[in-house]
């Protein structure tokens, strides 16, 4: 049996709603968590908008509705770690969002192979790549965001690095 959200609380998990985004080239995935912190599930897919701020608002829309603790957005990684230019440009869309969610906090996380893991899943329950394409983005938001906390409950500490509001 799964444990109560005050259970989860005594292993290390902070009260409330995470909500993580994958932030695509094309499209913006989004998950959100139960209020124990348990179980990350799809919430919606997003259309990117590179000239004006739409996807921004729709997060945020998202983000009022929920009240979630925080919002967690991915950080690709190469396989070594290293950052090169999509984890810039997934800095600077974390902190655009930050900026436009304040107070809510903003982490990174890292999402090295997240898309790979939500392609797999997608295959192996039978969704066919041309279906998944609109649908890839919020399976990994998913991946990430139980991924981040399973990484809260076992280690105590909240994933990933904290986004400054400038």
């Known amino acids: 049996m799964a444990p109560s959200a005050a259970e989860a609380i005594d292993e290390g998990v902070r009260a409330g709603v995470r909500i993580a985004v994958d932030a695509g080239a094309v499209r913006v995935g ?5 209020p124990g912190g348990l ?22 829309a998202v983000v009022a509705a929920r009240e979630p603790l925080e919002v967690l957005v991915g950080l690709p990684r190469s396989l070594s770690g290293a950052e090169g230019a999509a984890a ?6 974390a902190a655009a969002l930050a900026r436009r969610l304040s107070p809510v906090p903003v982490r990174l996380v890292d ?13 192996a329950a039978g969704v066919r790549a041309r279906e998944a394409r609109g649908v890839v983005d919020a399976a990994a ?3 990430l965001l139980q991924y981040a906390l399973d990484h809260e409950r076992s280690t105590g500490n909240p994933p990933g690095e904290q986004v400054d509001v400038r």
Request: avoid cysteine.
């Open 30 to 34: 989004l998950a959100a968590s139960d």
């Open 39 to 60: 179980l990350a599930t799809p919430v919606s897919v997003v259309r990117r908008d590179r000239r004006g701020e739409r996807d921004l608002e729709e997060i945020a």
């Open 88 to 93: 810039a440009t997934a800095r600077d869309y």
């Open 111 to 123: 999402e090295r192979l997240t898309t790979v893991q939500a392609t797999r899943g997608l295959q």
């Open 141 to 143: 938001a998913v991946v």
